[in-house]
């Protein structure tokens, strides 16, 4: 409960609004692809605009997931709970920027298995496409993927932090230094 005093309005607002900006990139990301009227009448019956709006998902969540990996650690920080809520956003998105090679990295060392069994689970779910024997591998793989991927997530979070205490006094002084 010593936390408790970091739960502002401003950390829920932060929140929404990194929640709101991933909705509308990927809502974005099925109408370019073609899929937007997936699950309507209108709903376009082939496999690679699936395939393409199934891409093009995992590709915008990765880079919004690590772009903004650091909101909450900012949001918790008392060193930057003046801030003005946009110049914190701002922060937030350099920060994201400027650690995002460290911040992939932490995700590639962590999630391997997951990545692994996740892609043999894509091929096959796309070899199933012409023959669905292929589909029992998928659900497998799948699956380990899921569970692999349920139970790295806190250490996933570990590494993050571990990137945010290392560099943290470099932010923090570039950012003194911007304001005088």
Not at 111 to 130: D, E, Q, R
Not at 149 to 155: A, D
Not at 157 to 167: G, I, M, R
Request: hydrophobic share 60%; glycine share 6%.
């Amino acid at each position: 409960f010593m936390g408790i005093k970091t739960m502002t309005g401003k950390v829920f607002l932060m929140n929404i609004l990194v929640g709101v900006i991933t909705v509308i990139l990927l809502m974005f990301a099925l109408l370019i692809s073609g899929a937007g009227f997936l699950f309507t009448p209108f709903a376009i019956n082939n496999t690679r605009v699936l395939i393409v709006a199934i891409v093009l998902i995992i590709l915008i969540t990765i880079l919004l997931s690590l772009l903004f990996a650091y909101v909450n650690f900012f949001m918790a920080d008392e060193r930057y709970r003046d801030l003005p809520f946009f110049d914190t956003f701002m922060l937030i998105l350099r920060t994201g920027l400027k650690l995002f090679k460290e911040s992939f990295m932490a995700g590639v060392r962590v999630y391997k298995i997951s990545l692994l069994t996740g892609a043999i689970a894509l091929v096959t779910g796309i070899l199933s496409l012409k023959s669905p024997a292929g589909l029992i591998f998928t659900f497998i793989f799948g699956g380990i993927a899921a569970i692999a991927f349920f139970l790295l997530t806190p250490r996933f979070h570990a590494s993050l932090a571990d990137v945010y205490e290392e560099n943290n006094e470099r932010i923090y002084s570039h950012t003194v230094e911007e304001d005088l």
